[in-house]
């Protein structure tokens, strides 16, 4: 079965700053998938990449397949960009699919 | 406007009185899915479907049902339910396989 870890846990920032959240899984995938849950719960997809760096606004994402990495980066951090932050990797072909157990993160103005 | 749709949004039972958390989508995608979400655990999927008649287990089925005899609904069963049922609850679709996945809102199930 595929491990996912995620670290930080939890993360305080202040506006403004760069943000970094990493992602390691143990068995070797297709792709991988970023997930953002508001505060209130409700749950968005953030990106789904298999190689190289994806970019939409302020956030990055990034994968290294043969070190079994990710990352997600935040650019000029705001308060609305508080959330938990999990990244999911399959276990076998697509699905089905592991999380990580998240990363909270707070932006603090 | 797509949407995953869940009811209901809360529920609070007792152990033993079976429930069903219905859940819809309405952009005619193949695969659907049902996570748990557990303080401390994250989310872990308990079944999912490829298909209309085609289900599966994911890594906590134990004390869920599901069925899918139409593309758009995938109802979760608790015939019997028990406090440790007690969670958040998501479906979630997606064209094929587990990726770039719609979410629902969630059900809140208390189970006393």
């Known amino acids: 079965k595929n491990e996912v870890e995620q670290s930080p846990q939890n993360l305080t920032a202040q506006e403004g700053e760069f943000i970094t959240i990493n992602c390691s899984y143990s068995?070797?995938?297709?792709?991988l998938h970023w997930l953002q849950q508001h505060p209130g719960g409700g749950i968005v997809s953030l990106f789904m990449?298999?190689?190289g760096k994806k970019k939409h606004g302020r956030l990055i994402a990034t994968i290294n397949i043969q070190e079994k990495h990710s990352s997600l980066h935040i650019t000029a951090s705001h308060p609305r960009d508080s959330a938990v932050y999990i990244c999911?990797?399959?276990?076998?072909?697509?699905?089905?699919?592991?999380f990580g157990k998240g990363t909270r993160l707070s932006v603090i103005a | 406007e797509a949407q995953v749709t869940q009811n209901p949004r809360y529920l609070i039972t007792v152990t033993g009185k079976k429930l069903t958390v219905t859940c819809s989508q309405n952009m005619n995608h193949e695969y659907m899915s049902w996570y748990r979400q557990d303080p401390g655990l994250g989310l872990r999927q308990i079944y999912y479907s490829m298909n209309v008649e085609v289900t599966d287990k994911g890594d906590v089925p134990e004390g869920y049902k599901v069925s899918r005899k139409e593309k758009r609904n995938f109802p979760l069963i608790l015939e019997s339910p028990s406090p440790n049922q007690t969670s958040l609850y998501f479906c979630?679709?997606?064209?094929?396989?587990?990726?770039?996945?719609?979410f629902g809102p969630g059900t809140r199930l208390t189970v006393t």
């Open positions: 990449l298999s190689s």
């Open positions: 068995v070797g995938i297709s792709a």
């Open positions: 979630a679709s997606s064209l094929s396989g587990g990726f770039g996945q719609y």
């Open positions: 999911a990797a399959p276990n076998s072909g697509n699905t089905p699919l592991v």
